[in-house]
């Protein structure tokens, strides 16, 4: 996903990125129930890559059904897909060259 916000967005990707971590972190759960977060993160949880990977993780860990873990390692190779997907769409647009990016305008 960074790969992708970085190519789409170049260095304004690089702040995206982080923020984007940031979200994760704090919507994966890993330190404190999801519960004890307010409704926006318990809201975006489902749709970033980490919290599928805490809760793969604490299955593993404590045992029981596989079911968890292999779904959330569906969801991440589907995440896989479709972020090298728009990768490649990111970097096909930015093989043309314009006089714009041939010769940017000088700032000093």
């Known amino acids: 996903m960074i790969q992708w916000v970085n ?14 971590l940031m979200l994760q972190l704090t919507s994966a759960a890993g330190t404190y129930p999801i519960e004890t977060s307010p409704g ?9 890559p980490m919290s599928w ?26 995440f896989l897909a479709g972020e090298l997907a728009l990768t490649a769409l990111a970097v096909r647009h930015n093989r043309v060259w314009t006089m714009k990016r041939l010769h940017p305008a000088l700032k000093l």
């Open 40 to 48: 926006f993160f318990q809201a975006i949880r489902p749709y970033l």
């Open 53 to 78: 990977v805490v809760d793969g993780v604490r299955h593993l860990i404590s045992g029981g059904e596989m079911t968890a873990v292999w779904q959330g390692c569906a969801v991440l190779v589907a």
């Open 7 to 20: 190519a789409r967005f170049g260095a304004i990707g690089r702040i995206l990125a982080l923020a984007l």
